[in-house]
């Protein structure tokens, strides 16, 4: 009975790091679309959106005085789309991008959103016991939140 309850509670603790998972990677899409959306406002076409990089600090300056974060196309919620879809997606590209937020986010927006972007690297190591069932379940999150 009490392997049941243990169990039972595993897989209730999976499912609310899973939740906790999709929440933060949910606000983390909502940041890169609000960062594509000024860039569009701006004139960039697609091709600039995916090559958007910390080479032009005069970009990266620009997005973080206007929403105070800069999300390069690697680390933002679309360029894991696009390695998912060459099956080169990996958990390290969240956790990289997690790293890269937390560096060139400002003080506001660190004060705004870095809880949530913590939240999401801190449960990456809960959804899965290796790397690739980590990966299996953010591609799973990534494309039920692309359906939302």
Known sequence: MQEKNIQQLSEELAQTYKYQCLLAMSLYKKLCEA???EMVRLGATEKDLESLNEDDPDVVHYLQ???GYFISFT???RGWVFKDLDHNF???DVRDATHA??????????DEFGSSVSKLRDTLKELGQTS???S???SRIMWALLKE
């Open 35 to 37: 960062q594509d959306a």
């Open 65 to 67: 005085s206007k929403l």
């Open 75 to 77: 680390n933002s919620f």
């Open 90 to 92: 990996d958990v390290a």
């Open 101 to 110: 937020f937390d560096r060139l986010a400002t003080i506001t927006a660190q």
């Open 132 to 134: 690739q069932a980590q």
């Open 136 to 138: 299996r379940e953010l």
